[in-house]
């Protein structure tokens, strides 16, 4: 959309097509329902912490048949709000399927095709279902959970990604029976090791019921639900099963192998620093490239694919230091590297803290906030910052611009602390609790 619209902007003629619905995997099933789904979610706790201090609370609990019709609606508003906007910039739109036929030449669904100077694929990601175990047909994905029109009484979702670490807080935190299966050691691989460990911890107290090291052998239809029989010889019925397994770039079916353009291993197509494939006239941006898979950098890439193309200004995006936030309960933010990454490469300090927060220790709510620094200790410049906290998706976004200016260590020190907040640990940890 971004990549469209800019185009339009320069005098371009651009025509946009999309099979499902204008917005893509951020604005219909991903992002912003998930968000908003999170925003529900989190009132449980809040309603309870209310009565604690002090307010007059009641209430019959979460009704999903008065949220689902808003979140609908919502979904809905906004879809009518992207597509208006491309309109007014001269796109146009078509509201079906295309496929590449040939380096410049483009054919919809109902048998018109167009001949185009520049093809640029943005078709995104879908979810990754192990098709090898049996029963698979039986359950969901991160897709579906957008479009049920009840709310379960129990799920398991399989998976330790951030997609299946949200929907767990999110799901327990609107009163469903939650379980998790993870076939490796920890959730959330990739990211900090010792914020992994902290969610995981999380999750425990909130009563989600993880098991790590566990996965599913096999799913039946039983009476009440689905019959999952896991590695590890445990039996449990569940009223859905949800797979968030991962997703896979987009690019099956789209006449891209007719056309001469190679993908990757993953089906990823494969680009340059400027999104170009080896066909000059096929750019591609956002996950069918498999670069890094979030809305504002496949935003960038739009950017820049313009300036490039259509404003004689070669852009590159940077992908190094991309601050990004999962919407777990408590939120968790990261920018830069891990501890462990860091460490292979230099010699560093680590500091860190985990504490209660005021709001927290006066209801006498166990959960803790965890904040993490990673500092080179040649340089002295903050290489990786990783905050637990609510908020922590916002308090991000700023310390991502620290690490881009080059922020020190001694910069953190210096800079005088907001009290009282969470957020004044970031400059108050001032030894470290190891070396590397």
Not at 183 to 203: S, T, V
Request: proline share 4%; with cysteine; glycine share 10%.
């Amino acid at each position: 959309m971004r990549a469209a619209r800019m185009a339009a902007e320069t005098g371009a003629k651009v025509a946009l097509a999309e099979e499902y619905r204008i917005g893509g995997t951020c604005v219909i099933r991903g992002c912003v329902p998930k968000k908003i789904m999170m925003f529900a979610s989190s009132h449980s706790a809040r309603i309870e912490d209310a009565a604690a201090f002090g307010w007059n609370v009641s209430g019959g609990g979460f009704e999903w048949s008065r949220f689902w019709p808003r979140l609908r609606a919502e979904l809905d508003r906004l879809e009518s709000v992207y597509r208006a906007n491309l309109e007014r910039a001269g796109v146009e739109v078509f509201d079906q399927r295309a496929e590449i036929e040939d380096p410049h030449t483009v054919g919809l669904a109902d048998g018109r095709k167009f001949v185009c100077k520049h093809i640029l694929i943005a078709t995104g990601g879908k979810p990754f279902l192990p098709s090898n175990t049996p029963g698979i047909d039986l359950v969901g994905t991160s897709d579906d959970i957008f479009l049920m029109p009840e709310l379960p009484k129990s799920v398991l979702i399989v998976g330790g990604g951030y997609i299946a670490c949200e929907f767990s807080f999110i799901l327990n935190g609107l009163g469903v029976e939650t379980t998790q299966y993870y076939r490796g050691a920890q959730i959330l691989r990739g990211f900090d090791d010792d914020a992994r460990e902290h969610i995981a911890a999380q999750m425990g107290m909130r009563g989600i019921g993880l098991s790590v090291n566990v996965d599913v052998a096999r799913m039946e239809r039983r009476d009440g639900g689905i019959l999952v029989k896991a590695t590890d010889g445990r039996e449990a019925t569940f009223e859905r099963v949800i797979y968030a397994t991962g997703r896979r770039p987009n690019s099956a079916g789209l006449g891209l192998e007719r056309a001469g353009v190679p993908l990757g291993g993953s089906g990823q197509i494969e680009v340059d620093g400027y999104s170009q494939t080896r066909v000059p006239s096929i750019y591609a941006i956002g996950d069918v490239t498999n670069r890094v898979n979030l809305t504002p950098v496949a935003i960038r890439e739009g950017a820049a694919f313009v300036r490039t193309v259509f404003s004689a200004d070669p852009t590159k995006v940077d992908h190094s230091n991309i601050p990004s936030a999962v919407f777990t309960q408590p939120e968790f933010g990261t920018v830069g590297l891990t501890e462990a990454e860091a460490a292979r490469q230099e010699r560093i300090e680590v500091y860190s803290t985990a504490f209660r927060p005021m709001q927290n220790s006066f209801v006498d709510r166990n959960e803790r906030a965890f904040f993490k620094l990673i500092v080179s200790k040649a340089t002295r410049r903050i290489l990786g910052v990783h905050i637990i906290a609510d908020g922590a998706g916002e308090l991000i976004q700023l310390a991502g611009v620290a690490l881009r200016a080059g922020a020190t260590k001694e910069v953190f020190d210096t800079t005088v602390a907001v009290h009282p907040t969470m957020a004044e640990e970031i400059v108050l940890m001032d030894s470290p609790i190891r070396t590397a």
